[in-house]
C-alpha cells in the first residue's frame, strides 16, 4: 500500500505529522505538500508559473516535498512526475485544523487534494480537526488510523471521496461515528475596511457560518454533537432532479 499524504495547512503544519504518524504502518508514506499554508485554496491549479520543489526534514530526517502551489497541485505533480513510476494507491489528506463541514468543503484545499486523487483514479480521504484552538491531535491520530484501516480494507466506490470531520474531544468522550451528508450553509460575509502604511486601501475578509439546514444528519450538526462525521461527496455536479425541467430548451440546429 502506497499512501501520498497531503494538506492544505502545508508541509510544516502539526496536522499533517500527526497523520504521517498515524498511519506509518499501514503502508509506504509519500509526504508532498505545499511549501506554505493554502487554506481555502479549493481546486485552484497554477498554470501561469512554474511550480517549485524542495526536500523538507523534520527531526533530522527526510519528510517530503513542499510544493509551491496549490493542494491539487501537490497530487497531480505526485501523480504525474514525482511517483510516476509507483503511483499511490490512497491520498490522505489532512489533518485540517478547522473544520471542513457544509459549504467549506467547497472552498476548502483539504478537501481537493483528496478529490484530485478521486479524479486521476486514486482514492482519497480528507480529515479535518474542528477547532482552531487547543487541538487534541491523540484523538485526531487515533480516528484517522481507524479509518483508514477500515477503508484500506474495504475500498470507497470509483469516483467516491471520505470527507471525516472530527470533534475537538478527548477520544473517550466522543459519541461515536455517524455517515452524514453535507449540511446546507453559506458564510455571511464581512469586509473589514483599512489602509495600510502607504495610505491604499485594503479589505480583511472575516465572517460566519449560516447554517441553512436543520436535519439530524448533517456534518455540521453531528460534529456540534461530538460524533465523528463521515460524508462521501463526489465531484460530479450535474443537479440530476432538474436535468428533465431544463428539456425544453433543448433544440436541434
Known amino acids: 500500500m502506497r499512501i ?14 500527526v497523520l504521517h504518524k498515524a498511519v506509518e504502518s499501514l503502508g509506504e508514506r509519500h509526504v508532498i505538500a505545499p511549501d506554505v499554508e493554502r487554506s481555502a485554496a479549493g481546486h485552484a491549479i497554477t498554470l501561469a508559473d ?25 497530487i497531480k505533480l505526485a501523480v504525474c512526475a514525482i511517483l510516476r513510476d509507483t503511483p ?10 478547522g473544520s471542513n463541514t457544509g459549504i467549506s468543503v467547497i472552498y476548502s484545499g483539504t478537501v481537493s487534494a483528496a478529490t484530485e486523487g478521486v479524479v486521476l483514479g486514486i482514492p482519497g480521504i480528507a480529515f479535518s480537526l474542528c477547532t482552531f484552538k487547543d487541538p487534541e491531535w491523540e484523538t485526531a491520530g487515533r480516528i484517522t ?15 467516491v471521496l471520505l470527507n471525516v470531520n472530527i470533534p475537538n474531544l478527548p477520544y473517550e468522550k466522543l459519541k461515536g461515528i455517524k455517515v452524514t451528508r453535507m449540511g446546507r450553509s453559506r458564510f455571511i460575509e464581512k469586509f473589514y475596511k483599512r489602509l ?7 479589505y480583511w475578509l472575516d465572517g460566519s457560518l449560516e447554517v441553512h ?13 461530538g460524533y465523528v462525521s463521515l460524508t462521501p461527496i ?11 425541467t431544463f428539456k425544453c ?5
Open 213 to 225: 439546514d436543520e436535519g439530524d444528519d448533517i456534518d455540521i450538526h453531528a460534529v456540534r454533537d
Open 50 to 74: 512554474p511550480i517549485k520543489s524542495m526536500l523538507v526534514e523534520k527531526k533530522g530526517e527526510f519528510f517530503g516535498y513542499g510544493i509551491g502551489g496549490t493542494p491539487a497541485d501537490c
Open 234 to 244: 463526489h465531484f460530479d455536479l450535474t443537479a440530476y432532479d432538474y436535468l428533465k
Open 145 to 159: 488510523r481507524e479509518i483508514t484501516e477500515q477503508i484500506i480494507a474495504k475500498p470507497l466506490p470509483p469516483g
Open 4 to 17: 501520498l499524504i497531503c494538506n492544505d495547512d502545508g508541509i510544516y503544519a502539526p496536522g499533517i505529522s
Open 249 to 253: 430548451m433543448e433544440k436541434t440546429f
Open 88 to 97: 499511490p494507491d490512497l491520498v490522505l489528506s489532512g489533518i485540517n485544523l
Open 196 to 202: 495600510d502604511p502607504r495610505g491604499r486601501t485594503y
